[in-house]
């Protein structure tokens, strides 16, 4: 008896296998729009983890590249590393593993527990590689050692290998440091000053002219010609830094400028749009959210002109970017001057539950700005043609 309905069983498995599977899949939320601020599954049903992301663009294919964060406080720690996922409509995301691990091992800078943030992704055409720049502290050592990292990889989803992580341009002078500006941080450097004012007068600069500048809040740049640059908050996240690379995208070049100095720039995010270079910023607040910068250049190296806050709304969201700070700005692929714009909603008592804020650049005149959509998707863009 019992082996007569073994058998019955054995016979309907795949049956029964093919209709769980069915199931499951339409069970998978498949997403046809953005709900920013909403927790946003993958296609495995798990909330996206990817913090302080990038977005890298191979073909029709979009590469979303983010901190992976655990549950908790100390999920604003390393544990895992830099997650990858993947996409072609930008709203359904397929977890494509763990782009880059931390180690095991103590002896290296990566050892878990060390904090990796807001890593961007570019593509080098001279070597055929990815190459990964992230914002590196070392373990134990809170936001001290302010070093910038590097990994690389020949597949874009990795596994990439981390290289190195230095202080930028020790003992090099930026394109934009006149001999008066140098005697003025020499004076400076001899006051008691307040705290922030070190950076104003480039006396933070100064100081750490012999070890490297600060790196923290970062993000990358390829422009059109292939030239690739590296934007980061530094000297105490006073001043901006911008650096080109070197023609294999794996080091700091010697040409930099130093900008807004004193201006109290965090979190960058550039786009160019029929020519001219547009920049969105944080202030400084930590986790908190605060009001964004933006800015336009019609040159990387500047000079760049301030454009006060881009975003639209109430007086709330205006004062906190709808409750996040920038990360990244991407091109929609196959449409012309369309962009998005990325954000985090930082949540750091519980860093995994933290949610992604995108939202369309619009342009008010020649001003990019921002405002709240609760829903929306691609064919906003068909409306602004
Ligand atoms: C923010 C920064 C984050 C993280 C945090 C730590 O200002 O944008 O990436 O570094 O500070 O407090």
Redesign the pocket.
Known sequence: MESIIGSKIKKMLPLLMTLLSMCLLFAQKKYSGFDPGAIWEDTEGLHINAH?GGMTIVGDTYYWFGEHKVKGGRG?QSWVGVRVYSSKDLYNWKNEGVALTVKKDPASLLIEGS?I??PKVIYNEKNKNYVMWF?HELKGQG?DAALVGVAVSDSVTGPYEYLKSFRMHPKVWPLNFSEEQKKHAIEKSKEKLKWGEGSVHGVYFLRDFEIGQMS??MTLFKDDDGTAYHITASEE?GTLIISKLTDDYLSLSNEYVRIFPGGNN??PAIFKQNGKYYMIT?G????KPNPARSAVASNMFGPWKSLGNPVRGTEEEKATTFKS?STYIFPVVGRKNAFVFMA?R?T?QNAIDGRYIWLPIEFEGDNPIIKWYSNWNLSFFDSKK
């Open positions: 302080g604003n904090v943030e807001r914002h936001y923290r809040d996240n965090e979190a944080s400084l607040t930590g986790w700070q985090d930082w750091p």
